[in-house]
C-alpha cells in the first residue's frame, strides 16, 4: 500500500442547476481514494454506519482500494445536504449530519503504518495527529483543512503544519491561514509554519503549486458542462498524491505533472454528480485529458 | 508603420487601496501604443483637446510612436475618474468628461492607411466601420468593445464583427454578446459572427484564446503588488498585436506567444499607477517576464 487516506465518507444530497443527487457516495476519503486508485495502491481510514451500502464497499474494492482501515460503527453514516448557486461558484449547506462521523477516530490498521505517503484529509487537527503518531517514517504527509479549523482551533493546526510536507488549500483559507490577503505573501507566510509544498486552490481559475521559491501554474480545464463541483478538490489531491505515490520522486517536474493530474481527475470528477464520472474512467481518458492540458498551456518561443 | 491604433486619449484620476493619482495620461489609444512600441512601429489615430500638455505628446514621440494621426481639437482632453474596490476586482466610475472625444472621427492620414495590422478600441461601432473603410487590404484587424455598444448599438457591432480576425472582450462580455454562460459555448458562437480569433480576457486570472478550435490558456502573472489595474486590456491588447506585428506570421504558437507577450505587458503595467512602469520599461525586462511565463506554466511528461 503506497498511500494512505484518512478522511470522511458518506452521503451527500446536492442540487445544482443541471438537477439533484439524492444520497449519493460523496466524503473526502471516496473522492481522494478513487482518484488515486488510477496510479497506485491506496488504504483506506474512515467510518461509515451501519445504514452503508454494500454496493458502495463493493465498489471502493474493485478500484483496488484497501478497506481494512473502513470502520462500521453503530448509527448512520454521515449525510451533507447542499445547494448549488446558480453560476456555481458558490453554494449553501442546507444540513449537516455528522452521524458516526462525530465519534470517528482515525486508528490504523498495522498494515497501514509503513504507508511512504500519507493524506489527511479536511478532519479535526486533534485526529490529524493522531494519524500522524501511528505511521512510521512516511515519505510524503499532505493535509488539507478549512476555515471551520483556522479559526476555530489555529494552535492544533500549527502544530500538525510542522510536521507536514504538503498543504492543500482554497485562496481563502491561505489569505486567512497566512493573515495576509495576496496570495504569494501569503504562500510564503505558510512556508514558514512548515509545509514545504504548498498547493493553492482556486476551483475554476486553476491551482497554483509554490516550492523551494518556485510558483508554477495548473489551469482548470475548460469545459462545456461542469454539473457538481462537489468534491473537485479532494480529486485534485487524489490525483496529486496517488500520481506522486507510483512516481517516488518529488522534484520540481513531478510535483508540475502531479498538478496536471490533479486537474485532470478533478476535471472529470465535475461532469457528473457524485463520483459516477469517476467509475468508469479508463486510463486512455486520464492520459488523453493530460495531453490536453499539455495543448492548453504550452508555447515555445519564436 | 506597422501598426494602426485607434482609441481614446486623455487623462485618468484614479483611485486604489495603494494610494491616487490625479489627472494622469491614459487611454485606450496611449496603453495599446506605449505597449506596442516595444515590438513595432506604431501610428496612432486619436484626439486631444487644446489642454493635453506638451509632456506627453513628446513621451509617446519619444517611444517611436507615429503621431501624425494625433488631432487636436478646440476644448478639453477627456477625463475619466474611477475608484478601485478594497479587492481591486471592481471599480466604480466617479465622473466621464468625454470633452473633446465626444466629436472624435477618426481620419487616416494618408501614410496609415497602408498599414498591415489595425487595432480598433472600444469606440462607437461607426466609428470603427469608418476606419476600415480608410485601410486597404490590412492583413490583421483586432476589435475591442465593451457592454456599452453590445446593449446600445447589437446591429453595427455585428457588421463590424463581420469584418474583424480576432476579438478582445472580457468574460462578460463574451457572455453577453454570445448570449451563454459557458464561454467555450459563447466562444464558438462568436466565430460564427464573423472574428476566426477570439482573446477573452480574465483579469486577474488570465486570458483564453480561442482560434480554429483550438484554446490556449495564458495565466495572469502572479504579482505581489497590483498598484493600478486601469489599461491591462488595452495593455495586453498592445502587446499581443505589437508583436504579431513584428513577427508578421499569425500560425498557433506565434498567436500562443502574442498572449503570452500580452499578458507580460499587462503585469508590467499594473504595478504602478497610469502608464508609469511602462515609461521605464527595458526589452531585457519584458524578455525576463516572458521566460518567466514559461517557468509558470511549462512541464514534461514524465
Known amino acids: ?23 449519493a457516495l460523496g466524503g473526502t476519503a471516496v473522492y481522494c481514494s478513487v482518484a488515486a486508485s488510477y496510479f497506485t495502491k491506496v488504504g483506506m481510514v474512515a467510518a461509515v454506519g451501519t445504514d452503508f451500502p454494500e454496493q458502495h ?20 453514516t454521515f449525510h451533507w445536504g447542499g445547494r448549488y448557486h446558480p453560476d456555481m461558484n458558490g453554494r449553501d449547506t442546507l444540513f449537516t449530519h455528522l452521524n458516526v462521523f462525530q465519534d470517528f477516530k482515525p486508528t490504523l490498521p498495522k498494515s497501514y503504518c509503513s504507508a511512504p505517503l500519507v493524506f489527511l484529509g479536511n478532519i479535526h487537527p486533534q485526529l490529524q495527529l493522531h494519524v500522524l503518531e501511528q505511521v512510521q517514517a512516511p515519505k510524503l504527509v499532505a493535509l488539507d483543512t478549512m476555515n471551520y479549523w483556522i479559526e476555530g482551533t489555529p494552535d492544533l493546526l500549527k502544530e500538525v503544519l510542522k510536521k507536514v510536507d504538503i498543504l492543500f488549500v482554497n485562496d481563502e483559507e491561505a ?18 509554519m512548515g509545509p514545504r509544498i504548498i498547493v493553492i486552490k482556486k476551483g475554476e481559475h486553476g491551482a497554483l503549486l509554490f516550492y523551494e521559491g518556485d510558483i508554477f501554474f495548473a489551469p482548470a480545464y475548460p469545459l462545456e458542462n461542469v454539473v457538481d463541483p462537489t468534491g473537485a478538490g479532494d480529486t485534485f489531491a487524489g490525483g496529486f498524491m496517488g500520481y506522486l ?16 493530474y490533479g486537474s ?13 464520472k469517476l467509475r468508469t474512467l479508463q486510463e486512455r481518458d486520464i492520459f488523453e485529458r493530460f495531453a490536453a492540458f499539455q495543448r492548453l498551456t504550452q508555447f515555445s518561443r519564436e
Open 1 to 23: 500500500m503506497n498511500l494512505l487516506v484518512v478522511g470522511s465518507i458518506g452521503f451527500d444530497t446536492v442540487e445544482t442547476p443541471h438537477g439533484k443527487s439524492e444520497k
Open 57 to 76: 464497499t463493493e465498489f471502493l474494492r474493485q478500484k483496488g482500494i484497501d478497506l481494512t482501515g473502513l470502520m462500521t460503527l453503530p448509527g448512520e
Open 175 to 192: 489569505r486567512q491561514l497566512a493573515g495576509e490577503m495576496n496570495l504569494l505573501r501569503a504562500a510564503r507566510k505558510i512556508w514558514s
Open 245 to 260: 505515490a507510483t512516481s517516488q520522486n518529488f522534484d520540481h517536474n513531478h510535483l508540475r505533472c502531479a498538478m496536471i
Open 264 to 276: 485532470t481527475l478533478a476535471s472529470f470528477a465535475v461532469e457528473d454528480f457524485s463520483i459516477e
